[in-house]
């Protein structure tokens, strides 16, 4: 955008950012971006992961301070000196990172710092729930219960009551930092409704997400950030020239081509029997070479089914063969010793496989330790040079194998870890919803990855709550409903589209 | 689905309030459960051996010699509540302690305005412990662990033998050795908790334990916070220096040395968490008395008292245990 372009779009806009520039240590986050949302205006933010959209939304949200440069209000400059001082600019931040208080409940997250008083004060904590419950209501959301704790709801809950929690206080700009990296596709409709219901009010919304389809579906306007700086804000551009934008290279097909699996392959991992609600059962087989897929609306049991195969914990019946022999997975341990080695890597990194603090190396190694090890104590030489060789392979975007694994983007710990499971050399891979969050080019290198991993014949299970990841990625696609395959898919019935359809049919009757 | 709210009923897969209510205070619930029965096992063993139950006297004795473990479980669990722990406790308690014996004489106005000084000097102590975590961003085990050293040095200065005296009228005020009128004043600490509980302070008291990044992005002035719970915490130390210092009517700048860890043991059998965000001060409360009784029960079970502290512990241990079994149970039963 052009200096006076942008003086032109600061003076009128809601919200924007004047030359603002960040950085975390060494790195520089954002460098002198402008940026400039007007009222009832959709604004889409777009880029890799470490772009600066997060950032730059940290800025406007008044969580980070600009290390240079302004952040504007109706054309006026103010110095945000935190959330609370955002809000009462009328800002309101859903952040990427959910900051629901875990041991608090639903009603007190959603309320918080606008409980239900006495007239002299006090909090009514019985107010609460049906407080919380009314207002829920108000926004169409009447399966949360205000009196869970925010621990005891699923993800994609979490993330409503986050989303709720932010638009009940009627923000005059609205940012919401990947607002739909755990909801579903009807979520995103319910979220999207509310969104358009606050434009339409005049509110300026700014929002992140990986989706294309959702971006296209949305936003007015469209601003693509790389490396930290805007490479431009455009009305309606396609999404090929967008991720060219965005990587600053040519990404020739976003979905890589399949290896056919061998007519021959042998069963690898065989269930059966195995019940993800303690009802009904549902049992499938998955040869070697061969990328099995799992669909469906969330909370049909995937999460359940994917754990369990990993032994945390178990699933309760089930009769598991690995490489044809019968296989109790009691525990995480056991999966990774089972005959061929089953690996999962989750969605949540942090929660359920990576050390953060530690380095790239360590957390590579964790699972080899007693082969890296002689009379107990590590050879470090080997353990450097594996290191690095996997983090050449697999392309972990890291200044060294030393770094924390904390400092690196979402889509780099997850190769660290599926690296961890490589140099384990793990035949059975679980991959549950890798790719949430992280950014196109990042996907398509995962993509990609996937692809050698099957062609080398590892079994690949795969859950994405990207149906489209599912349709291209998958030699077969198993659609959960009610803790049952509702159906099987192949080609060329495999699409998107009869994904949905699948997971969807009867949905509420069953 | 969010989407279509006609589509599921009202009352969509809810459990029960009851269910919550209990699943949520599990700590609570258990405490006072621990309490309720270590009671009946004292009233049982002291029927036994002395032919009737405890009267006036035993339950007096046992409320004032219970009051200023409660108070200072209650300043402990407000920091606890914060992901902090406070090692102080003993030295501010010495410290008051050895105030009160010296200072706490002549008329009434008197007395009040040395009393108020007291627990100012304890808010003083306890604005030294936040300020150093607050603002200095400083391990609180590490800070209190070194304030609780210089607390308990200026005592020995202020008071270098026990001695002093408090004036038999301040004694029967707080702690009426006739009748256990001392739990007014734990009512009136319970009522102030449960303000506490409803006020914005008390919402960010929990907001830190639970999450302290998350807390700051909603708004909560984190270092703010940490600097009032642990001020808090120090002017209910010195209330429980007060206290010990009337139970004794005289002062002595070592007695207090316990405190900083049966305070800890008493928050932990209350059912607060130690990794912050959960309890109640009620239930730190039940804490300290359970502590008591053991003791009494230990008494009347004739075990040496050279061996108190290994039962002391053993029960610790077991109760905790328990708690986390009950507490597994409550959770896997939904």
Redesign the interface.
Known sequence: MSAAAAAAAESVAAVAAREVSKAFGGVQALRSAPFAAAAGEVHALVGENGAGKSTLIKLLGG?LPPDSGAILLGGTPVRLS????A?RHGIG?V?Q?????????VA?NLL??R?PRRAL?????GAMAPRA?AVL?G?????I?P???AS?ISLAERQ?VEIARVIIRRPHILLLDEPTSSLVE??V??LF?RIRDLSAAGTAVVFTSHRWNEITSIADRITIFRNGAEVGTFDAIDEDEAITLMTGRRVEALYPPLPPVPADAPAVLEVANASLDGGSELGFSLAAGEILGIGGLAGQGHRELFLGLFGAPPLPRARVTVGGARTTIARPADAIHAGLGIALVPEDRKGEGLLLPLSVRDNLTLPILGRLSRLGVIRGAAERRMSREIIARLGIRTPGPAQPVGALSGGNQQKVLLGRWLLADSRILLFYDVTRGVDVATKHEIYELMMRLAGEGRAILFYSSDTEELAHLCHRVLVLRGGRIATELRPPDLAAEAIVAAAMRDA?AG | MPADPTSRPAAHRRRPRAAHILGQNSGLILAAAILLLSIIVFAGMFAVQQGRLPGDFEITSTVNNTMPLALAAIGQTIVVLTRGIDLSVGGVIDLTNALAAIFLAGSILHMIVVSLLIVLAGAAAGLINGLLVGLGRLQPIVVTLATLSIFQGLAIRVLPQPGGAVPAGYTSFLVNTNRPTALVFLALAALGWMGLRRSRLGVNLFAIGNDPQAAIALGVKAVRTRIVAYTIAGALYAVAGIFLAANATAGDATTGDGYTLTSIVAVVLGGVSLFGGRGSAVGAICGAFITTMIVNILFFAHIDPLYQSFYEGLFLVIAVVFGGLIGRLVRSGR
């Open positions: 969580r935190g959330t609370a001082d809000a931040t952040f990172e959910l900051t629901l208080l875990p041991w608090m409940t007190e918080i710092g409980e004060g006090p909090i009514r904590r419950e209501a926004l169409g959301i009447t399966h219960d009196r869970a704790l005891e409503i009807r979520e409709a319910w409704a509420d």
